[in-house]
């Protein structure tokens, strides 16, 4: 695994981001809320700014506990695939 530069922090993929909210049927409010982060920075981080290590952390974590939405799947699209180099949550490795 690719460690992370804690000066830089890392970019979201904003596609993925999306998809996994949809999954779930959360909104960028819901997860504002699960996650303990603001949704300025929610909408910095879609927009490209890269978050702090401990922001992902708390993104993910709120992601992980929020049960997926049944069927959710068959009715989305896919995000786009990223290039293997990328460090954006979901980048193909």
Not at 39 to 55: D, E, I, W
Not at 60 to 76: M, N, R, V, W
Not at 79 to 90: D, H, L, N, V
Request: proline share 4%; glycine share 12%.
């Amino acid at each position: 695994m690719e460690a992370i530069d804690r000066l830089s922090g890392v970019k979201l993929d904003p596609g993925r981001l999306d998809y996994e909210l949809a999954r779930r049927g959360l909104r960028y409010l819901d997860l504002a809320e699960l996650s303990g982060v603001g949704t300025g920075t929610l909408s910095r981080a879609r927009n490209g700014y890269a978050v702090q290590p401990g922001t992902l952390r708390r993104i993910t974590a709120a992601l992980l506990t929020a049960p997926l939405l049944a069927g959710a799947d068959l009715l989305i699209a896919q995000p786009s695939q990223k290039s293997a180099g990328s460090t954006a949550i979901g980048a193909a490795t």
